[in-house]
């Protein structure tokens, strides 16, 4: 533990709370709160300190036991930093759900934005730094600002704990945090994604939201949530309050029941939700990719508008349309800006380019581009899959249109040297590489599977797949400058060993057996395959001299872009399209080095 974190404060917590309470208006008043207290400027100090609340060494382990239940040990938090009666005012959307909670969560704080409130958005999990879970006005809080409200939070919970209240684990650390900073911020609209589950989730101290909503169910979590969709319905609709407006979108019936018998027994008015009609976007396009989005949307337009009718806001978002208009200018704008990291992105590798090349194709949005989709649970891969062979099929049309072009009109434009490079962008050669790892709580079998046939299904067909493991451990929150550890040697990857072979058993669709893997452990850095490993055509992938010839275990993740990048950069008449996904921690990690 750092020594920042063991500094004894002469000052008495409980007059530093009324003040801070009584002044709960601004950053300014926060700043004041602080002054001459030892406030830690280092941001690595803050990682540390949340670091130390982790108290499970992986997921699925039980947290460590305490007196209190979990919601009430939130409400005796809130109690201490004085926020208790500031949440009831906070004008909260609050969305449960298997899949998509975080885009609709996202398309709903872009809508609200655009109709001129003041936004705060809290979601889960960070895919590169913890800050991107508290956003203001669409933007994550500013580095001041969280080392302000962290800290402020952080001393006061540490004055107060008990044997009986012992510090908060990290999420219903980060829940309170996000409740400190929307209030001092003074939000219009907090909009809140439950992190898991519902009825017991941190979020779920929340006791009068303005309206609920409950995105698409499926089996994940099970460990924790239940074997059943009904089980896990159930603890989605624990979010409900009695007479609280609800919103969901079409289940399976199975989920349907449980949730319409919980609205039923609070006396819930639940409406169903259409996936959003693309008509009605005027010709534009959503932010978030993907046809899934479309059901998270009509969500989303439900609840804003629920929400909008409930504050007695109805009237602003209309003040420059008729309100007969289905949807609002406000609401297409943020529709179509709406933007969250790691959910179908496609992230173009600019550094895989030479500085040769990037002279003769300025207008290329290079060779490597990375489409990156958390997916983890088998629904959710299924979508992820259709996302990638819509984007792939659509860059194959683009490049066969470039191709079937006069060149003579360019000609006439003054436009024949742009023309030339377009079709030499055409010419390429494309190839699709898989880059996955999912947790070990994780069914590969149904995973990886599902995956490759949902893709097969629309012609799309990887010529390799890398297992890589991820850098991001479960007991350490990193940041974006966070020292990236380097030496990989006596690393196991046993699991993903595993995962390699259960790979090329759905390759070849019988079980190939035990192949040369050099071993589970990684005694050699510099193993990676030769780039004539990924030039390869697909017709050669078959299984010879007892090696895998469709897949290869990546010894680490920083290895695996660099060796990708060089592959594409020695290989001028190749494009490559990588999918990253299995796990969010994955994406977060590939984004975090992609971006240094």
Known sequence: MSPYLNIHLGVRYKEMSSQVTEKMGSSVAVKEYLQGFPLPSSYEAAMEALSSLITRKKRGDKSSGSTFGKLERMSEYLKILGLEEHVDGLKIIHVAGTKGKGSTCTFCEAILRECGFQTGLFTSPHLIDVRERFRINGVDVSEDKFLQYFWGCWYQLKENVTERLPMPPLFQFLTILAFKIFICEKVDVAIIEVGLGGTTDSTNVIKRPVVCGITSLGMD???????????????????????????????????????LERAHELKVPLKVVAPLDNKKLDCLKLGLSGDHQFINAGLAVSLCKCWLQRTGNWEKPFQNDTQEADLPEAFLRGLSTAQISGRAQTFYDTRSKSSDSLKLSETSCGDLIFYLDGAHSPESMEVCAKWFS??????????????????????????????????????KSLKQILLFNCMDVRDPHILLPRLASTCASSGTHFTKALFVPSMSTYNKVTYGASVIPSDISGRDLSWQFNLQRLWEKIIHGKDVGTFHDKGARMDNAAI???????????SHCSPVDNYFACSAVMPS????????????????????????????????????????
Request: contains cysteine.
């Open 221 to 259: 979590h099970t460990e924790t949530l239940g074997n059943t969709l009904g089980e896990i319905a159930s603890h989605k609709a624990g979010i409900f309050k009695p007479q609280i407006p609800a919103f969901t979108v079409h289940q399976l019936s199975e989920a349907m029941d449980v949730i």
């Open 390 to 427: 819509s984007a792939v099929n659509e860059n194959k049309k683009s490049s066969s249109s470039f191709k079937d072009r006069n060149l003579e009109e360019a000609w006439g434009n003054g436009n024949i040297q742009h023309e030339i490079r377009s079709m030499e962008e055409s010419e």
């Open 528 to 538: 990676v395959p030769p780039h004539e490993f990924l030039y390869e055509d697909a």
């Open 557 to 596: 993740l920083p290895l695996t872009i660099k060796w990708l990048r060089d592959c594409v950069k020695q290989n001028p008449s190749l494009k490559v399209q990588v999918l990253v996904t299995g796990s969010l921690h994955l994406v977060g990690d590939v984004l975090k080095l992609l971006k240094r």
